[in-house]
């Protein structure tokens, strides 16, 4: 406290003028608890870092989180893309094959009514059902 009062009176000699008057109660209630206070103020900033910090590496790992679920997704897509690609492929080669029967049908049979029953057969036959009580189909 000494020391503090020498210091103000030499900046008063040299010409330092306080611009203020700080209240007998307040200069003693700061010269005796500066260290808590200076404590407190050190906590309270570290506590508003590692908030802060916390915060920003939440919204890091939110985004990171993000990313994987839509390349889960994107992955997805990828598998049911081929999956139908590989559906279209047969099922076109399937109704190549069915045309091209059909046709070997047409081309077989003499007359139109032999034409008609043979590709009715065939029809029935690519459809899944039993012809083998179709008597016109043996």
């Known amino acids: 406290m ?18 203020f008057s700080i209240p007998f109660g307040v200069r003693m209630f700061l010269t005796k608890w500066w260290p808590a206070l200076l404590a407190g103020v050190v906590i309270i900033g570290i506590l508003a870092y590692v908030y802060f910090e916390g915060k ?6 939110e985004v990171a989180k993000q990313v994987q679920r839509e390349n889960e997704v994107q992955v997805k897509i990828n598998d049911a893309n081929e999956n139908a690609s590989a559906a279209r492929v047969e099922a076109a080669t399937k109704l ?30 690519q459809q899944g059902r039993d012809i083998s009580k179709v008597p016109a189909c043996r």
Do not use: H, Y
Request: hydrophobic share 35%; with cysteine; glycine share 10%.
């Open 2 to 19: 000494q020391r503090l009062k020498s210091k103000l009176a030499s900046l008063a000699q040299k010409g330092w003028k306080l611009m």
């Open 56 to 61: 920003s590496a939440g919204k890091t790992g």
């Open 96 to 125: 190549e094959q069915q045309q091209r029967e059909l046709e070997d049908v047409q081309s077989e049979a003499g007359s139109v009514d032999a034409v008609r029953i043979k590709r009715g057969c065939v029809i029935l036959r």
